[in-house]
């Protein structure tokens, strides 16, 4: 296992859950529903997991560390906007 992949994953992790926490946030907000946080929590958790696993094991490196900037503005635009 190369040490690019494993920095990649932590970082995209690192992003993915801050991501999974603001989108139950903001879920919790519009729809007023525990019930649809958790399911918008689920959902979310699941991608970032998916994305973690292939960026760990099929991703190049330009598409992993493309995943891992689209993730980091993601998380710094949802944060400020909120």
Do not use: N, Q
């Not at 494993?6 to 946030?25: E, H, N, P, Q």
């Not at 525990?34 to 292939?54: D, K, M, P």
């Not at 598409?63 to 944060?79: E, R, S």
């Amino acid at each position: 296992m190369e040490l690019w992949r494993i920095v990649a994953v932590g970082l995209l992790g690192a992003s993915g859950l801050v991501l999974v926490l603001v989108t139950m946030a903001k879920v919790r907000d519009r729809t007023r529903s525990a019930g649809s946080a958790a399911i918008g929590g689920v959902i979310a958790f699941t991608l970032t997991a998916l994305l973690c696993v292939l960026t760990l094991t099929v991703f190049p490196a330009p598409v992993a560390w493309g995943l891992v900037a689209v993730a980091a503005v993601a998380v710094v635009v949802m944060l400020s906007v909120g």
